[in-house]
Nanobody
């Protein structure tokens, strides 16, 4: 499975941004998909996850209520809608997929190369 992220950029505090992650290859193996982020000098942090059908989601504590993860009907693209962005949300955001539901555990099987999100005035 290959994962390609897009949608990152520079925004001001309070703004919104939507990230996309498209899977290619053996997409049937992308049962669980998630977003993680890593800021400079910090450990990788869980952001959100969604299962194959889209009826189960999980969120990291720092983004719950502001971010929404969703999946398209073809199951190959996952979106992360980010609202009310804060400077602390600045990080490289990585898409990940797994052959089963792993939620907030870091045991994903495939990872994208990441997209930079910078929140600054």
């Amino acid at each position: 499975v290959q994962l390609t992220e897009s949608g990152g950029g520079l925004v001001q505090p309070g703004a919104s941004l939507r990230l996309s992650c498209t899977a290619s290859g053996h997409t049937f193996m992308a049962v669980g998909m998630g977003w993680w982020r890593q800021a400079p000098g910090k450990e990788r942090e869980f952001v959100a996850a969604i299962n194959w059908s889209g009826d189960t989601t999980a969120y990291g504590e720092s983004v719950e209520g502001r971010f929404t993860i969703s999946r398209d009907s073809a199951k190959v693209t996952v979106y992360l809608q980010m609202n009310n962005l804060r400077p602390k949300d600045t990080a490289v955001y990585y898409c990940a997929s797994s052959v089963r539901w792993v939620g907030a555990r870091e045991s994903y099987d495939y990872w994208g190369q990441g997209t930079q999100v910078t929140v600054s005035s």
